[in-house]
């Protein structure tokens, strides 16, 4: 299990999730040069931490600034990056088209509803001028929150007793009130599902071994 958890494992700049982060953040910024045009880029992160942009280098990058979205407010390090508390489902605290760019990587499939997904699509849409969505994609064969394989796919009762009763999720178990809490809250999208909610977006699709691993819903232009 210690392999297994060392693949999926963000902060090891060997293992193979940061891998593919790294390739899907290059092609990222292949999008956001498109913006790049002598002026101040204002981005929203919905769900973005402090650390993620560091690790790329962007706290020295003065011609980019970055609003990090999330339930709670936290210290951030750098003038160029602000932590605001807010709800993906309800940006009223911003005007339309209040951003050059709205970020999110792996948080529109944790929301517990599809309306809900519908609602921070709406607003996401609302907000920035351009967006970059990114989730994993519902179909590949390994869940990646559980690094289990086809897990999205049992009913919930059984995904809690896996996550409660057993360790075959990353060689823990959990509470139960946590293990259902989980079960809810994850909802994998399909390549139909994200061109519903960004209907005007392109789709990059991140492969492994010939297979779609994630979905990023897109919409950048110069």
Same mark, same amino acid.
Request: one cysteine or more; hydrophobic letters at 35%.
């Given at each position: 299990?210690?392999?297994?958890?060392?693949?999926a494992?963000?902060?090891?700049?060997?293992?193979?999730?940061n891998?593919?982060?790294?390739k899907?953040?290059?092609?990222?910024?292949?999008?956001?040069?498109?913006? @790049?045009?002598?002026?101040?880029?204002?981005?929203l992160?919905?769900?973005g931490?402090?650390?993620?942009w @560091?690790?790329?280098?962007y706290?020295?990058?003065?011609?980019?600034?970055?609003?990090?979205l999330?339930?709670?407010?936290?210290?951030?390090?750098y003038?160029n990056?602000?932590?605001?508390?807010?709800?993906?489902?309800?940006?009223?605290?911003?005007?339309?088209?209040s951003?050059?760019?709205?970020?999110?990587? *792996?948080?529109?499939?944790h929301?517990?509803?599809?309306?809900?997904?519908?609602?921070?699509?709406?607003e996401v849409?609302?907000?920035?001028?351009?967006?970059?969505?990114?989730?994993?994609?519902?179909?590949?064969f390994? @869940? #990646?929150?559980y690094?289990?394989?086809?897990?999205?796919?049992? #009913?919930?009762?059984?995904?809690?007793?896996?996550?409660?009763?057993?360790?075959?999720?990353r060689?823990?178990?959990i509470?139960?009130?946590?293990?259902?809490?989980?079960a809810?809250?994850?909802?994998?999208? *399909?390549k139909?599902?994200m061109k519903?909610?960004?209907?005007?977006?392109?789709?990059?699709?991140?492969?492994?071994?010939?297979?779609?691993?994630?979905l990023?819903?897109?919409?950048? @232009?110069?």
């Amino acid at each position: 299990m210690s392999f297994i958890n060392n693949l999926a494992n963000y902060n090891n700049k060997k293992s193979l999730a940061n891998q593919f982060r790294n390739k899907r953040f290059a092609f990222f910024e292949s999008q956001l040069k498109k913006l @790049e045009n002598g002026k101040t880029i204002n981005i929203l992160d919905v769900g973005g931490t402090e650390s993620f942009w @560091e690790n790329r280098g962007y706290h020295e990058k003065k011609n980019i600034k970055i609003t990090l979205l999330n339930l709670t407010k936290f210290e951030t390090h750098y003038p160029n990056m602000v932590s605001v508390k807010g709800d993906a489902c309800n940006l009223s605290e911003f005007a339309d088209n209040s951003f050059d760019l709205v970020f999110s990587n *792996s948080v529109i499939e944790h929301l517990y509803t599809s309306e809900n997904q519908k609602l921070m699509a709406d607003e996401v849409q609302r907000v920035g001028k351009n967006y970059y969505i990114q989730t994993p994609y519902k179909y590949f064969f390994v @869940e #990646p929150h559980y690094l289990l394989p086809y897990f999205q796919f049992l #009913p919930k009762k059984t995904k809690i007793f896996v996550l409660s009763k057993t360790k075959l999720s990353r060689g823990t178990k959990i509470s139960h009130e946590e293990a259902k809490d989980q079960a809810e809250q994850i909802i994998l999208l *399909s390549k139909n599902k994200m061109k519903e909610l960004f209907p005007e977006a392109k789709i990059y699709q991140e492969k492994f071994l010939g297979m779609t691993k994630s979905l990023t819903a897109y919409n950048i @232009e110069e």
